[in-house]
């Protein structure tokens, strides 16, 4: 099978130029709709002011944004670019009021609104201009670059000189007009990212997948405790019960043996419930604070523990979820600390700065915590991060250990 003969550069020319004409003729469409979707843009905020308008806004923010990303996906086709669909704020959730205002205060949508004009006058000038190059380029790249093929063919034929690639005069100029509303439409359309927006949302991701799993653990948890815990002994109670009332006719002494073994399962019973309750909103709390917390914490643990506090001792109290993290923080930091640090002193610095609650545990011991190891650590981090907060942890091999949590708290 011969093989297949290399286009003239009359054909290659116009395949580009087809191509990229190709991109500008539905050019002239979309400025046509780009007109269009103006004048409605300029309708909807005219009644929205009249507050009448305020339910179409949203929905005419949708059809403005599925009609951005149609020319974002189309650009990025063009210039060979991944495409990422635009991060825009949600509008399906809310009354019509919040809706509204997420609509008015996204940067994004308003480049969008500014695109629209500017898209109606470049769509249209760029296409019109590549209809006008065509009948001009096939003219005179017709006779120049069949005079050049000839040219090549006789240096192919005579030298072995491989024929240059030829776009010639006037055809050439469509894929750069193509490529210059592509890179229009892509700067001015480009998603308006404040500093870090990425990493940021990065971390948000990671951090809620952790508090997902952190949450999973702790229903595990309780579930666990109920089952092992007070559901047996209600088991055993009901049991002991129903056996007192079968002895309590033949043997009165022996059935109120069983009910006081019943009494004390009853006892043992509410203990454990109320240490289930205890870890999912210690009492301590509500009834004390986060300081009276924090000092009985330190009284039940065995390695004297010198306590600071700053800040939240005057009458304001934190909110119920920064105070139940920091106490948590600090419950587990003081249990590892008794049982696995060696240590013979440790510290508890409680700081309510603007702003944010800073929570810093330290201890003399051996260190080497490792948050792999299954010590609790990353219970902690995960907690912290799931109110958006920061841990720090060092922890050198021979010591010490310090852990240092910050809690975002608002005021």
Request: with cysteine.
């Amino acid at each position: 099978m011969s093989p297949t003969p290399a286009p003239t550069p009359l054909t290659a020319a116009v395949r580009r130029s087809w191509d990229a004409s190709y991109y500008l003729f539905v050019g002239i469409p979309v400025a046509l709709c780009t007109y269009l979707c103006a004048f409605l843009v300029v309708v909807v905020l005219m009644f929205a002011a009249l507050v009448i308008g305020l339910p179409a806004l949203p929905e005419a923010a949708k059809l403005l944004r599925r009609f951005a990303e149609f020319e974002r996906r189309r650009a990025s086709a063009r210039l060979g670019v991944p495409f990422a669909p635009t991060p825009y704020p949600p509008l399906d959730e809310g009354g019509t009021v919040e809706r509204a205002r997420l609509v008015l205060t996204d940067p994004t949508t308003w480049r969008d609104v500014i695109w629209l004009p500017a898209q109606t006058l470049m769509g249209n000038v760029l296409g019109y201009a590549a209809l006008v190059l065509w009948p001009i380029g096939l003219l005179v790249d017709g006779v120049v670059l069949s005079v050049a093929h000839l040219l090549d063919r006789r240096a192919v034929d005579e030298y072995g000189t491989p024929p240059p690639r030829r776009q010639g005069w006037v055809l050439r100029w469509h894929p750069v007009l193509a490529d210059l509303s592509a890179n229009w439409t892509r700067s001015l359309l480009r998603p308006i990212h404040p500093e870090g927006l990425a990493e940021r949302i990065t971390q948000l991701t990671e951090s809620r997948a952790g508090a997902v799993e952190a949450h999973g653990a702790e229903l595990r948890r309780i579930e666990r405790d109920l089952h092992d815990g007070a559901q047996a002994r209600i088991v055993a109670l009901s049991m002991r019960i129903g056996l007192a009332k079968q002895l309590l006719d033949r043997d009165p002494d022996l059935a109120r043996a069983r009910l006081e073994e019943a009494q004390d399962g009853a006892d043992a019973a509410l203990a454990e419930l109320r240490h289930v309750v205890r870890g999912i909103h210690p009492p301590v709390l509500t009834d004390r604070g986060l300081a009276g917390a924090v000092r009985a914490l330190a009284a039940d643990v065995s390695v004297p523990v010198e306590v600071e506090l700053d800040g939240i001792e005057d009458g304001r109290r934190l909110p119920a979820a920064i105070e139940a993290a920091a106490y948590f923080v600090l419950a587990e930091a003081l249990t590892n600390i008794s049982k696995h640090s060696g240590a013979t002193t440790a510290t508890v610095r409680i700081d309510r700065a603007t702003g944010a609650l800073r929570v810093a545990i330290g201890d003399d011991g051996h260190g080497g915590a490792d948050e792999r190891a299954g010590s609790g650590l990353v219970g902690i981090r995960r907690r912290v991060a799931a109110l958006d907060g920061t841990t720090r942890i060092s922890s050198p091999a021979g010591g010490p250990t310090y852990i240092e949590v910050e809690l975002p708290c608002g005021s």
